[in-house]
């Protein structure tokens, strides 16, 4: 897998998303986001994400994907500009707001963020807990989506004794199981061999087809070709929607 | 919503940090001993002078060739007065045996003494917690006709009153040191424990998780940790009252106090339990509610 992106000197953008008649899920206006006084990540960026659509966030290692995922999840805060969900302006949320903007968003990590000590079932129960299922119910939801990760009959085991792969399938059935209509993955195949990547992004590539709108944060070239999206590119602190062309390159 | 979560989880976290929990537990129960003990000693200096000052007695010597029934009218009229507990008349024979008890082996100095010269007395308690007002009690009864001489232990009286005063200020001032060390002990001690804590707390806010909804797990912790530290401490004061207690029957000087060494009440105990865990749980609070806030920005 080719980790870094070789963009072409005379790489023609077309600059950020152009205005469609599609509902819009998340938009940045004008955002600019800097760590500590440092040059901004991302400077006066603008971008929108159509509800229902499959969307690759790429860019070299550093470039800020990241960022962008934490400020739709609201666990950073703009320096300036507006970030809005559903119409909604969340880039200053905090408490409970906050929280009840995060129970909309599904969300798998590149480091799985699962609690190692608990079981499969236990980890897949969290968000569902938060969001106050119970009994029966909450059973039910976890077998379902343990069964479409294919771990149902491994839930009673720790989490800490899985492969880097399995822990990925934990963390996708736990993103999935409240049926988020917005699905984050912040590198999901990072740490994954290929057959297991290729497993974890035809599970992604599954809730896109459910109607969520589905957004993969990756450097990686072969798995964009692999599964064909709308790729926005980050670069020199802009988001740009690009094409890939040929074997190395993007236009 | 949140006590289902928070309980269970509570308890799991406890399980699962074991080891700096214990730790925790250990920290605290310390602390909280130490603050018992001063508690409990304080406790019983206090008890072990009430039974001083209740035993403290006035005696009344009066003229002599007193006739028996002025005798017989002063002790009903000392009996009569609201404060006096007991009062009762020591003719001069039982006041010379008692003389001798006193005195134990030197007793020979008595040798050939006789009653003459001996005078009647009335001897007399005051009710419990009247004993500070022996000095003006003595001093009035002084003035009763047929009473020659007032016997009373004022100056001793006033030097325990000044000793109690001055113990209370210090020990209240000791208290007030320990009980400030203290919650920022267990305020550092939940926020070490919590520290272990953090990446579930993270991932739980990721997910959307409250913060009440956080707190709960957490306060349950913090409470169940200070209430576990509450009972080690009673444990370790219990054993370390038993070995006091035995060693006051070393001396024979304070022999006499062992079996009138107490200990704390259930209700008082139920009491300190229930501060405990409250200060396990404002602390977690507190730790929580500032990890949360960091988290946020």
């Given at each position: 897998m080719n980790p870094?992106?070789?963009l072409p000197p005379d790489l023609p953008v077309k600059g950020a998303c152009d205005e469609g008649t599609a509902l819009i899920h998340f938009e940045f206006k004008n955002i600019t986001k800097s760590y500590l006084g440092n040059l901004p990540v991302l400077d006066q960026v603008n971008f929108k994400i159509e509800a229902g659509g499959f969307y690759y966030l790429t860019g070299v290692s550093g470039a800020g994907k990241t960022t962008v995922f934490r400020l739709l999840l609201s666990i950073e805060r703009p320096d300036s500009g507006e970030i809005y969900f559903d119409g909604e302006e969340i880039s200053e949320v905090s408490g409970t707001r906050q929280a009840l903007h995060r129970r909309r968003i599904g969300m798998v990590f590149q480091d799985y963020r699962l609690l190692p000590a608990d079981t499969i079932e236990e980890n897949v129960a969290l968000p569902l807990r938060v969001s106050g299922y119970r009994g029966a119910a909450l059973r039910n939801r976890i077998d379902r989506q343990l069964e479409q990760v294919g771990l149902v009959e491994r839930k009673r085991e720790q989490v800490m004794g899985l492969s880097g792969g399995e822990k990925q399938l934990v963390s996708i059935a736990r993103a999935m199981s409240f049926d988020?209509?917005?699905?984050?993955?912040?590198?999901?195949?990072?740490?994954?061999?290929?057959?297991?990547?290729?497993r974890v992004m035809e599970l992604i590539q599954g809730l896109h087809r459910e109607d969520s709108t589905v957004v993969v944060a990756t450097h990686d070239l072969d798995l964009i070709r692999s599964f064909r999206a709308k790729t926005l590119l980050i670069k020199d602190r802009k988001i740009h929607e690009v094409r890939l062309t040929g074997q190395a390159g993007i236009s | 919503m949140y006590l289902r979560y928070g309980i269970p989880r509570g308890l799991r976290s406890l399980r699962t940090n074991w080891k700096a929990n214990f730790n925790t537990i250990l920290i605290l129960s310390s602390s909280l001993s130490v603050l018992g003990m001063i508690a409990l000693l304080y406790l019983n200096l206090t008890h072990f002078s009430e039974i001083w000052f209740s035993n403290s007695k006035i005696s009344?010597?009066?003229d002599s060739g007193i006739e028996a029934e002025r005798r017989t009218a002063l002790l009903e009229q000392v009996r009569g007065l609201e404060l006096v507990r007991k009062a009762e008349l020591i003719t001069p024979r039982e006041g010379l045996k008692a003389l001798s008890e006193t005195l134990g082996t030197n007793q020979n100095i008595l040798a050939g003494?006789?009653?003459?010269?001996?005078?009647?007395?009335?001897?007399?308690?005051l009710r419990v917690g009247h004993q500070e007002q022996i000095g003006g009690v003595a001093r009035s009864l002084a003035n009763l006709p047929g009473?020659?001489?007032?016997?009373?232990?004022e100056r001793r009286l006033r030097e325990v009153r000044m000793f109690f005063t001055v113990l209370q200020g210090v020990g209240g001032f000791f208290i007030a040191l320990i009980l400030t060390s203290l919650f920022l002990i267990v305020s550092h001690a939940t926020k070490l424990s919590l520290h272990s804590r953090r990446e579930e707390i993270e991932i739980l806010s990721l997910v959307g998780a409250t913060r009440g909804f956080i707190r709960s797990s957490v306060i349950v912790e913090g409470l169940l940790i200070a209430l576990a530290g509450g009972l080690f401490s009673v444990l370790?004061?219990?054993?370390?009252?038993?070995?006091?207690?035995?060693?006051?029957s070393w001396k024979e000087l304070t022999s006499s106090l062992q079996g009138e060494a107490i200990f704390f009440g259930l209700r008082d105990l139920m009491y300190a339990l229930g501060a405990a865990s409250l200060l396990g749980a404002v602390s977690s609070y507190f730790a929580v509610n500032k990890l949360l806030k960091d988290m946020e920005t």
């Amino acid at each position: 897998m080719n980790p870094m992106i070789r963009l072409p000197p005379d790489l023609p953008v077309k600059g950020a998303c152009d205005e469609g008649t599609a509902l819009i899920h998340f938009e940045f206006k004008n955002i600019t986001k800097s760590y500590l006084g440092n040059l901004p990540v991302l400077d006066q960026v603008n971008f929108k994400i159509e509800a229902g659509g499959f969307y690759y966030l790429t860019g070299v290692s550093g470039a800020g994907k990241t960022t962008v995922f934490r400020l739709l999840l609201s666990i950073e805060r703009p320096d300036s500009g507006e970030i809005y969900f559903d119409g909604e302006e969340i880039s200053e949320v905090s408490g409970t707001r906050q929280a009840l903007h995060r129970r909309r968003i599904g969300m798998v990590f590149q480091d799985y963020r699962l609690l190692p000590a608990d079981t499969i079932e236990e980890n897949v129960a969290l968000p569902l807990r938060v969001s106050g299922y119970r009994g029966a119910a909450l059973r039910n939801r976890i077998d379902r989506q343990l069964e479409q990760v294919g771990l149902v009959e491994r839930k009673r085991e720790q989490v800490m004794g899985l492969s880097g792969g399995e822990k990925q399938l934990v963390s996708i059935a736990r993103a999935m199981s409240f049926d988020p209509k917005v699905f984050f993955a912040d590198e999901p195949t990072g740490n994954l061999d290929q057959s297991m990547a290729f497993r974890v992004m035809e599970l992604i590539q599954g809730l896109h087809r459910e109607d969520s709108t589905v957004v993969v944060a990756t450097h990686d070239l072969d798995l964009i070709r692999s599964f064909r999206a709308k790729t926005l590119l980050i670069k020199d602190r802009k988001i740009h929607e690009v094409r890939l062309t040929g074997q190395a390159g993007i236009s | 919503m949140y006590l289902r979560y928070g309980i269970p989880r509570g308890l799991r976290s406890l399980r699962t940090n074991w080891k700096a929990n214990f730790n925790t537990i250990l920290i605290l129960s310390s602390s909280l001993s130490v603050l018992g003990m001063i508690a409990l000693l304080y406790l019983n200096l206090t008890h072990f002078s009430e039974i001083w000052f209740s035993n403290s007695k006035i005696s009344l010597f009066l003229d002599s060739g007193i006739e028996a029934e002025r005798r017989t009218a002063l002790l009903e009229q000392v009996r009569g007065l609201e404060l006096v507990r007991k009062a009762e008349l020591i003719t001069p024979r039982e006041g010379l045996k008692a003389l001798s008890e006193t005195l134990g082996t030197n007793q020979n100095i008595l040798a050939g003494a006789g009653v003459e010269g001996i005078p009647y007395t009335i001897d007399l308690e005051l009710r419990v917690g009247h004993q500070e007002q022996i000095g003006g009690v003595a001093r009035s009864l002084a003035n009763l006709p047929g009473v020659e001489d007032v016997l009373y232990t004022e100056r001793r009286l006033r030097e325990v009153r000044m000793f109690f005063t001055v113990l209370q200020g210090v020990g209240g001032f000791f208290i007030a040191l320990i009980l400030t060390s203290l919650f920022l002990i267990v305020s550092h001690a939940t926020k070490l424990s919590l520290h272990s804590r953090r990446e579930e707390i993270e991932i739980l806010s990721l997910v959307g998780a409250t913060r009440g909804f956080i707190r709960s797990s957490v306060i349950v912790e913090g409470l169940l940790i200070a209430l576990a530290g509450g009972l080690f401490s009673v444990l370790t004061i219990w054993i370390c009252f038993l070995f006091l207690r035995a060693g006051l029957s070393w001396k024979e000087l304070t022999s006499s106090l062992q079996g009138e060494a107490i200990f704390f009440g259930l209700r008082d105990l139920m009491y300190a339990l229930g501060a405990a865990s409250l200060l396990g749980a404002v602390s977690s609070y507190f730790a929580v509610n500032k990890l949360l806030k960091d988290m946020e920005t």
